[in-house]
């Protein structure tokens, strides 16, 4: 089974031409990450738009994001928001969260974004224990070993209605695999097994292929 198709970045580009456009800030995040050489695992142009599309869908006023690297998603959901509207993003590198904070700065949206630097699983006991304000939109994209741990914190600090998005949950159809030698897939199990008949959350995966491969997005919505 191949495992990437040059097709799938095609018809991104062609996606991209139609539907979303050249965009500067965006551009210069990228060039900017490369230069500072930060992996190049940000989601792609199409997957930003989604994220994008998806806060505003739900209104989002407060959106949590969880794995910063150089705030190119950062980017697509500070833009969801109105001027009064906050995203909290977390990063465990400080390096990464500099750069991230200059790209947003250059963007137009760093009014709207803080930066938390540390290990998430802190960063969130800390905003659990300061009773911070419900979020609307959680992005969970930080990494997968945690990924169960996320959506506890996640369902913790959000409202009622509150949708969240996770990254990577196919990783090219490794998921399936118990014994896979990727140390990623059994934290991506883990989210799944919690998911399965959870009393307080309804998701759903969706496989997706293009400029970023072959992996797939979990969405999920927190209900009453
Ligand atoms: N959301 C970004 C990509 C994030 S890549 C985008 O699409 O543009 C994953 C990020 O999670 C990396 O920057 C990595 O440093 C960060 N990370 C890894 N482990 C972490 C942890 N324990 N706490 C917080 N961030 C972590
Ligand atoms: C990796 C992490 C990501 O969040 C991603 O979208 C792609 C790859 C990684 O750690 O390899
Ligand atoms: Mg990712």
């Known amino acids: 089974m191949a495992k990437s198709d040059p ?28 230069k500072a050489g930060l992996p190049a695992i940000d989601v792609s142009p199409a997957q930003g738009r989604m994220l994008e599309l998806l806060a505003r869908g739900v209104s989002a006023r407060r959106i949590l994001e969880i794995g910063t690297l150089g705030g190119y998603s950062a980017i697509w959901l500070a833009r969801a928001l109105s001027d009064d509207g906050r995203l909290v993003s977390l990063e465990l590198e400080p390096h ?12 137009g949206q760093s009014d709207k974004v803080e930066i938390i630097v540390g290990k998430a699983v802190n960063s969130l006991s800390a905003m659990e224990a ?29 409202r009622t209605g509150a949708m969240l998005v996770f990254d990577n949950v196919v990783r090219e159809g490794g998921v399936i695999d118990p014994d896979s030698d990727d140390p990623k897939v059994p934290g991506t199990r883990a989210l799944y097994a919690a998911l399965q008949n959870h009393p307080k959350v309804d998701a759903t995966a969706i496989q997706t292929v293009g400029s970023k491969n072959w992996d797939g997005f979990l969405l999920a919505v927190v209900h009453a």
Request: charged share 30%; proline share 3%.
């Open 130 to 158: 300061n009773k911070a304000p419900p979020f609307d939109f959680v992005f969970v994209d930080a990494d997968k070993e945690n990924y169960a741990a996320y959506l506890d914190h996640a369902i913790r600090l959000s």
């Open 96 to 107: 990464y969260a500099a750069i991230a904070r200059s790209n947003l700065e250059r963007a």
């Open 7 to 34: 097709n799938w970045s095609d018809v991104d580009d062609y996606i991209v031409r139609h539907l979303i456009g050249k965009d500067e800030a965006l551009d210069a995040c990228l060039a900017a990450n490369e």
